[in-house]
């Protein structure tokens, strides 16, 4: 007998600090990458190769957004708090109830704002969120 699994984008959580994210656009919403360099090596003139491990445990978090979420407020304020006075960092928990995977990070910052437009129809805002110490769990 195969085994059979359920998705349901509904079931993803996303909480930033005491915010829970929402207004997500209608196709990939989260995006969790690494942002260290991996594991990387060198080869010496004699062909010896070296590798080193990188230890960082940063990864970037992208977070795309209906345009009018209340979740582009909430992170365009923590920007600003950021550079006001440091005081702009929050931890992150990435949860999905369903596939058991679960993704967090007790610092993170927004890095940069999302950019912004409008046209005919509604459009999605992609921030970027820098997440110190990440854990896939």
């Not at 959580?13 to 196709?27: I, K, P, Q, R």
């Not at 003139?45 to 979740?71: C, F, H, M, W």
């Not at 920007?79 to 995977?101: A, C, M, W």
């Amino acid at each position: 007998m195969s085994r059979m699994t359920t998705y349901n984008p509904r079931k993803v959580t996303c909480a930033l600090g005491n915010h829970m994210a929402g207004g997500f656009a209608d196709d990939g919403f989260i995006t969790i990458e690494p942002a260290g360099d991996g594991t990387s090596y060198v080869i010496g003139a004699d062909g010896e190769v070296v590798r080193s491990i990188d230890p960082s445990s940063v990864y970037t978090v992208k977070l795309s957004l209906l345009q009018n979420s209340r979740t582009n407020t909430y992170l365009q304020k923590m920007y600003d708090k950021d550079h006001q006075d440091g005081s702009g960092t929050f931890p992150v928990n990435i949860h999905d109830l369903l596939g058991r995977e679960k993704f967090t990070s007790g610092v993170a910052w927004v890095a940069k704002p999302a950019s912004w437009g409008r046209g005919k129809a509604q459009t999605n805002r992609e921030w970027e969120i820098t997440a110190a110490d990440g854990e896939f769990k």
